[in-house]
Protein backbone atom coordinates (compact mmCIF):
# COMPACT_ATOMS: atom_id res chain seq x y z
CA UNK A 1 0.00 0.00 0.00
CA UNK A 2 1.35 3.20 -0.90
CA UNK A 3 1.94 5.84 2.08
CA UNK A 4 0.38 9.13 -0.03
CA UNK A 5 -3.38 8.73 0.06
CA UNK A 6 -5.58 10.13 -2.60
CA UNK A 7 -9.30 10.94 -2.45
CA UNK A 8 -11.92 9.85 -4.71
CA UNK A 9 -10.54 7.15 -6.22
CA UNK A 10 -13.17 7.75 -9.13
CA UNK A 11 -14.80 11.36 -10.27
CA UNK A 12 -17.58 12.05 -12.83
CA UNK A 13 -18.53 15.38 -13.73
CA UNK A 14 -20.06 17.70 -15.81
CA UNK A 15 -18.18 20.36 -17.62
CA UNK A 16 -20.04 23.04 -15.44
CA UNK A 17 -19.55 21.41 -11.82
CA UNK A 18 -16.78 22.69 -9.30
CA UNK A 19 -14.44 19.82 -7.71
CA UNK A 20 -11.64 19.03 -5.39
CA UNK A 21 -9.24 16.06 -5.40
CA UNK A 22 -7.57 15.48 -1.92
CA UNK A 23 -4.21 14.52 -1.48
CA UNK A 24 -2.55 13.49 1.93
CA UNK A 25 0.75 11.85 3.42
CA UNK A 26 1.92 11.74 6.86
CA UNK A 27 5.74 11.09 5.89
CA UNK A 28 6.95 14.53 7.50
CA UNK A 29 7.60 15.17 3.43
CA UNK A 30 7.95 18.96 2.52
CA UNK A 31 7.81 18.76 -1.24
CA UNK A 32 4.30 17.69 -3.41
CA UNK A 33 3.33 16.87 -6.45
CA UNK A 34 0.56 16.92 -9.19
CA UNK A 35 0.94 14.79 -12.31
CA UNK A 36 -1.41 14.37 -14.86
CA UNK A 37 -1.84 10.35 -16.64
CA UNK A 38 -3.46 10.10 -19.82
CA UNK A 39 -3.89 6.43 -20.89
CA UNK A 40 -0.89 4.62 -22.18
CA UNK A 41 1.24 7.62 -21.26
CA UNK A 42 3.50 8.57 -19.01
CA UNK A 43 3.07 10.87 -16.18
CA UNK A 44 3.17 14.38 -17.13
CA UNK A 45 4.11 16.97 -14.06
CA UNK A 46 1.59 19.77 -13.68
CA UNK A 47 2.83 21.56 -10.41
CA UNK A 48 5.02 21.23 -7.40
CA UNK A 49 5.01 22.78 -4.22
CA UNK A 50 7.73 23.03 -1.53
CA UNK A 51 7.77 24.01 1.97
CA UNK A 52 3.69 24.51 1.26
CA UNK A 53 4.52 27.43 -1.70
CA UNK A 54 3.70 26.79 -5.27
CA UNK A 55 6.99 26.20 -6.97
CA UNK A 56 6.52 25.07 -10.43
CA UNK A 57 3.52 25.25 -12.66
CA UNK A 58 3.94 23.74 -15.98
CA UNK A 59 1.65 26.06 -17.86
CA UNK A 60 -1.43 24.25 -16.88
CA UNK A 61 -5.00 25.98 -17.49
CA UNK A 62 -6.82 28.10 -15.02
CA UNK A 63 -9.10 25.67 -14.85
CA UNK A 64 -7.03 23.94 -12.81
CA UNK A 65 -6.17 25.11 -9.33
CA UNK A 66 -3.87 23.60 -6.74
CA UNK A 67 -3.74 24.18 -2.51
CA UNK A 68 -1.29 23.56 -0.30
CA UNK A 69 -3.19 23.86 3.13
CA UNK A 70 -0.40 22.56 5.12
CA UNK A 71 2.63 20.26 4.65
CA UNK A 72 0.32 16.95 5.06
CA UNK A 73 -2.46 17.85 2.72
CA UNK A 74 -2.35 18.57 -1.32
CA UNK A 75 -5.73 19.57 -2.93
CA UNK A 76 -6.38 20.25 -6.76
CA UNK A 77 -9.72 22.00 -6.85
CA UNK A 78 -11.64 21.13 -10.85
CA UNK A 79 -13.97 24.29 -12.63
CA UNK A 80 -15.20 24.46 -16.16
CA UNK A 81 -13.01 21.29 -17.17
CA UNK A 82 -13.11 20.01 -20.57
CA UNK A 83 -13.40 16.24 -21.95
CA UNK A 84 -9.58 16.21 -22.78
CA UNK A 85 -8.71 16.56 -19.04
CA UNK A 86 -10.08 13.13 -17.98
CA UNK A 87 -7.32 11.41 -17.43
CA UNK A 88 -5.65 9.79 -13.72
CA UNK A 89 -4.58 12.98 -11.62
CA UNK A 90 -1.55 11.15 -9.59
CA UNK A 91 0.05 12.93 -6.55
CA UNK A 92 3.53 12.28 -5.45
CA UNK A 93 5.40 13.55 -2.63
CA UNK A 94 9.17 13.37 -1.64
CA UNK A 95 11.55 14.24 1.11
CA UNK A 96 12.50 17.54 2.56
CA UNK A 97 12.35 20.79 -0.10
CA UNK A 98 12.56 20.65 -4.07
CA UNK A 99 15.98 21.30 -3.50
CA UNK A 100 16.71 17.91 -2.79
CA UNK A 101 16.57 15.38 -5.16
CA UNK A 102 14.76 12.56 -3.06
CA UNK A 103 12.68 10.17 -4.69
CA UNK A 104 8.74 10.55 -5.42
CA UNK A 105 6.27 8.13 -3.34
CA UNK A 106 3.08 8.31 -5.80
CA UNK A 107 -0.65 7.90 -4.72
CA UNK A 108 -2.71 5.49 -6.70
CA UNK A 109 -4.10 8.67 -8.32
CA UNK A 110 -8.22 10.01 -8.80
CA UNK A 111 -9.34 8.87 -12.00
CA UNK A 112 -11.53 11.64 -13.57
CA UNK A 113 -14.14 11.45 -15.96
CA UNK A 114 -15.19 14.76 -17.33
CA UNK A 115 -19.00 14.47 -19.27
CA UNK B 1 15.44 20.60 -20.81
CA UNK B 2 15.27 17.31 -19.89
CA UNK B 3 14.31 14.26 -21.84
CA UNK B 4 13.54 10.56 -21.33
CA UNK B 5 13.72 7.66 -24.54
CA UNK B 6 12.68 4.42 -24.20
CA UNK B 7 13.18 2.27 -26.82
CA UNK B 8 10.67 -0.39 -26.48
CA UNK B 9 6.93 0.28 -26.32
CA UNK B 10 6.29 -3.27 -25.82
CA UNK B 11 8.00 -6.39 -24.45
CA UNK B 12 6.50 -10.10 -24.39
CA UNK B 13 9.00 -12.99 -23.22
CA UNK B 14 8.24 -15.86 -21.33
CA UNK B 15 9.41 -16.54 -17.74
CA UNK B 16 12.57 -17.05 -16.47
CA UNK B 17 13.80 -15.33 -19.54
CA UNK B 18 16.36 -12.20 -19.16
CA UNK B 19 14.93 -8.67 -19.72
CA UNK B 20 16.83 -5.53 -20.58
CA UNK B 21 14.44 -2.20 -21.08
CA UNK B 22 16.32 0.80 -22.59
CA UNK B 23 16.80 4.25 -21.22
CA UNK B 24 18.75 7.07 -22.85
CA UNK B 25 18.13 10.50 -21.27
CA UNK B 26 19.25 14.01 -22.84
CA UNK B 27 20.64 16.64 -19.89
CA UNK B 28 23.97 18.80 -20.18
CA UNK B 29 24.44 18.47 -16.37
CA UNK B 30 24.14 16.30 -13.16
CA UNK B 31 21.38 13.88 -13.33
CA UNK B 32 19.19 11.66 -11.15
CA UNK B 33 18.25 8.86 -12.71
CA UNK B 34 14.85 6.19 -11.65
CA UNK B 35 13.03 3.42 -12.99
CA UNK B 36 9.44 3.58 -11.81
CA UNK B 37 7.10 0.36 -12.42
CA UNK B 38 3.41 0.47 -12.37
CA UNK B 39 1.88 -2.76 -11.95
CA UNK B 40 -2.11 -3.27 -12.99
CA UNK B 41 -3.80 -1.19 -11.27
CA UNK B 42 -1.45 -0.35 -8.58
CA UNK B 43 0.54 2.87 -8.10
CA UNK B 44 3.77 3.73 -9.11
CA UNK B 45 6.47 2.09 -7.07
CA UNK B 46 10.31 2.85 -7.18
CA UNK B 47 12.45 0.18 -8.30
CA UNK B 48 16.23 1.69 -8.30
CA UNK B 49 17.55 4.69 -8.33
CA UNK B 50 20.76 5.89 -9.24
CA UNK B 51 22.53 9.56 -7.57
CA UNK B 52 26.11 9.24 -7.30
CA UNK B 53 28.64 6.59 -6.90
CA UNK B 54 28.57 3.26 -8.22
CA UNK B 55 27.06 3.04 -11.61
CA UNK B 56 25.59 -0.86 -11.19
CA UNK B 57 22.48 -0.13 -9.13
CA UNK B 58 20.78 -2.65 -7.04
CA UNK B 59 17.03 -2.41 -7.07
CA UNK B 60 13.61 -4.20 -5.24
CA UNK B 61 12.72 -7.67 -7.02
CA UNK B 62 16.30 -8.64 -8.49
CA UNK B 63 16.30 -5.41 -10.63
CA UNK B 64 19.59 -3.96 -11.44
CA UNK B 65 20.70 -0.44 -13.59
CA UNK B 66 23.55 0.40 -15.22
CA UNK B 67 24.20 3.73 -15.66
CA UNK B 68 26.70 4.38 -19.02
CA UNK B 69 27.42 8.05 -18.32
CA UNK B 70 28.87 8.32 -21.96
CA UNK B 71 26.25 6.93 -23.80
CA UNK B 72 23.21 8.86 -21.54
CA UNK B 73 21.81 5.36 -20.80
CA UNK B 74 20.14 3.60 -18.01
CA UNK B 75 18.71 0.33 -19.04
CA UNK B 76 17.44 -1.53 -16.36
CA UNK B 77 17.96 -5.30 -16.26
CA UNK B 78 16.27 -8.47 -14.42
CA UNK B 79 18.23 -12.09 -15.04
CA UNK B 80 14.99 -14.43 -14.87
CA UNK B 81 11.84 -12.72 -15.04
CA UNK B 82 8.81 -13.34 -13.44
CA UNK B 83 4.63 -13.75 -14.69
CA UNK B 84 4.30 -11.03 -11.30
CA UNK B 85 6.89 -8.71 -13.53
CA UNK B 86 4.04 -8.21 -15.91
CA UNK B 87 3.91 -4.35 -15.91
CA UNK B 88 4.62 -0.72 -17.17
CA UNK B 89 8.49 0.29 -16.32
CA UNK B 90 9.20 4.13 -16.73
CA UNK B 91 12.68 5.48 -17.04
CA UNK B 92 12.75 9.14 -15.14
CA UNK B 93 15.22 11.77 -15.09
CA UNK B 94 15.47 14.26 -12.63
CA UNK B 95 18.39 16.86 -13.48
CA UNK B 96 16.28 20.09 -13.16
CA UNK B 97 15.58 22.61 -10.04
CA UNK B 98 13.41 22.19 -8.21
CA UNK B 99 13.02 17.57 -8.13
CA UNK B 100 11.46 18.09 -11.82
CA UNK B 101 11.06 14.61 -12.77
CA UNK B 102 10.36 13.87 -16.31
CA UNK B 103 9.46 10.06 -17.31
CA UNK B 104 10.08 8.02 -20.63
CA UNK B 105 7.06 6.86 -22.40
CA UNK B 106 6.68 3.51 -20.63
CA UNK B 107 7.34 0.00 -21.60
CA UNK B 108 4.83 -2.46 -20.96
CA UNK B 109 6.20 -5.62 -20.23
CA UNK B 110 4.06 -8.95 -20.01
CA UNK B 111 5.59 -12.19 -19.01
CA UNK B 112 4.03 -15.46 -19.81
CA UNK B 113 3.59 -18.34 -17.58
Known amino acids: DTEVTQTPKHLVMGMTNKKSLKCEQH?????MYWYKQKAKKPPELMFV???????INESVPSRFSPECPNSSLLNLHLHALQPEDSALYLC??????????????FGDGTRLSIL | AQSVSQHNHHVILSEAASLELGCNYSYGGTVNLFWYVQYPGQHLQLLLKYFSGDPLVKGIKGFEAEFIKSKFSFNLRKPSVQWSDTAEYFCAVNGAAGNKLTFGGGTRVLVKP
Open chain 1, 49 to 55: YSYEKLS
Open chain 1, 92 to 105: ASSQGGTGKFQPQH
Open chain 1, 27 to 31: MGHRA
